[in-house]
Nanobody, 121 residues
Framework: VQLQASGGGLVQAGGSLRLSCAASGRTYTMAWFRQAPGKEREFVAAARWSASHTYYADSVKGRFTISRDNAKNTMYLEMNSLKPEDTAVYAC??????????????????WGQGTLVTVSS
């Protein structure tokens, strides 16, 4: 499975962006991770195939929404009320981790190339 992330850009604090991740085939669990300069990779959100199960990092809960369009094999991340600390390269991932471990990047087999999100203050 190949993943292609898009939608990053420069936005002012308080603004919104929507990221997309297109997959070349069917995927089970899809997730977003991010990595800021000089920091460790951080889990953002995950969604199972049905999208009935979603999981968010505490730092984005209530501001970000993950969704899936399985007919298009595409995942989205709607990001609202963006903060400068949200600045990072956002990468999408796909795999079959146990749901309770969906925040562990090492359990994902497929990765997209990442898209840069910059939030100015």
């Amino acid at each position: 499975v190949q993943l292609q992330a898009s939608g990053g850009g420069l936005v002012q604090a308080g603004g919104s962006l929507r990221l997309s991740c297109a997959a070349s085939g069917r995927t089970y669990t899809m997730a977003w991770f991010r990595q800021a300069p000089g920091k460790e990779r951080e889990f953002v959100a995950a969604a199972r195939w049905s999208a009935s199960h979603t999981y968010y990092a505490d730092s984005v809960k209530g501001r970000f929404t993950i969704s899936r369009d399985n007919a298009k094999n595409t995942m989205y991340l709607e990001m609202n009320s963006l903060k400068p600390e949200d600045t990072a390269v956002y990468a999408c991932a796909a795999g079959q981790p146990a749901w309770g471990s969906s925040n562990r990047h090492e359990l994902y087999r497929y990765w997209g190339q990442g898209t840069l999100v910059t939030v100015s203050s």
